[in-house]
């Protein structure tokens, strides 16, 4: 998903911590409060989720269902499903697609992590490589690293045959042209100086540059961050994730954000369970968000309370230096047993995940901590 935020970003209410979550056997939509408690939905194994509600979301979970279901591993689950949503061209914040940095550039972050192995890999600031999450699991299976960034990262890719492409669609070109002539009435870009604001005598104005007009791309001050997380346990009980994403629109070039960070954007624990963010990196990183609602789920936490209890760490953060400051997180995660959670900071509703398990799939509401 692409949350929408300006660079002020969020201003909210402070927050105190809840009294925890009551966990419930049930196949409910919703974590629903009760006096302050969260009841879990409870799922089973073998499971799999993505942070994306949508369409694309669901299919690339139908698409792998039938092989982990059988018996197939959690990692190749959370691959190929992931590469379902990496090729998605509608998708702006991940993979084929999302929108550039400043300088017109698709730079690409993908993290993945194995349980069964305790073994990592990712990729930073990669170009022209549509499945970054593929190349982060040859960077953890075929090397004795962690991490392979910008142009040693993509002649890694080249190197085992994965084609060089242009990531950018109309769409994100559209988006890409029209902010370089917004974001700023201090440079050369856009009409112009003597015809800014002309009419002539019929009313008219001067053309438009295109009609593609997405409503979060109005206004200079608009920027926008999104990132799909993919989580799953097996038959066998072994756990698996990926984060993947296209960072922060208009970011500077080489900026990294927290998803091919282990820890920040995406952690697994075979004992416990993993847990992936999506959102504002940078607090992401300040905070290493995944390892720690993994470890809130060790200490006896569900991962709907653990990832509420992760953006409310965010939040006291910056409450302990005076500053009334909450930027848009969104957290998922799992647990060995199948439990699920989702939360985040932003807005007036409910975040959204899609569930894969015994159960069929279905769409799972959390909490919205800044209510």
């Not at 999450?133 to 040693?152: C, I, K, N, Q, Y």
């Not at 756990?239 to 629109?249: N, V, Y």
Request: charge should be negative.
């Amino acid at each position: 998903m692409i949350l929408p935020i300006s660079r002020r970003r969020f201003f909210g209410q402070s927050l105190g911590l809840t009294t925890g979550a009551l966990l419930t056997r049930s196949l409910g939509l919703k974590a629903a409060s009760f006096g302050g408690r969260q009841v879990a939905s409870v799922g089973t194994t073998p499971m799999i989720i993505t942070s994306h509600p949508n369409p694309t979301g669901q299919a690339a979970l139908e698409e792998v269902w039938e092989a982990l279901a059988a018996g197939g591993s959690a990692l190749d689950a959370v691959e190929k499903a992931t590469n379902v949503i990496e090729l998605d061209p509608e998708d702006m914040s991940v993979g084929y697609g999302g929108l550039p940095n400043e300088d017109g550039v698709v730079q690409l972050d993908a993290s993945i992590m194995d349980g069964r192995t305790y073994n990592a890999g990712a990729v930073a600031g990669i170009e022209n490589i549509k499945h970054p999450s593929s190349v982060a699991r040859l960077v953890m299976e075929r090397t004795d690293h962690v991490m392979l960034a910008a142009e040693g990262a993509k002649e890694f890719a080249l190197s085992f045959g994965f084609p060089e492409e242009d990531l950018m669609t109309p769409k994100s070109r559209r988006a890409w042209l029209r902010w370089r002539e917004e974001h700023s009435d201090r440079d050369d870009w856009g009409p112009p100086d003597h015809l800014q604001g002309w009419e002539d005598e019929a009313g008219r104005g001067i053309p438009e540059a295109g009609d593609d007009r997405e409503a979060f791309l109005r206004g200079p001050e608009l920027s926008t961050h999104g990132t799909v997380n993919v989580l799953a346990v097996d038959a066998r009980g072994d756990i698996a994730g990926i984060t993947s994403t296209s960072g922060m629109s208009w970011k500077v070039p080489g900026r990294i954000g927290d998803s091919p960070i282990i820890g920040a954007g995406l952690y697994v624990d075979n004992e416990v369970g993993a847990a992936g963010a999506t959102g504002r990196g940078e607090d992401v990183i300040k905070a290493c968000s995944s390892f720690f609602i993994v470890s809130r789920m060790r200490e006896g936490r569900s991962p709907q309370e653990a990832c509420e209890d992760a953006l409310r760490q965010i939040d006291a953060r910056y409450a302990a230096v005076g500053i009334d400051y909450r930027p848009g997180e969104k957290f998922v995660a799992i647990n060995r047993a199948g439990d699920f959670g989702c939360a985040w900071n932003i807005g007036d509703g409910a975040p959204a995940m899609s569930v894969m398990d015994t159960a069929g799939y279905r769409r799972y509401e959390g909490a919205n901590t800044a209510l």
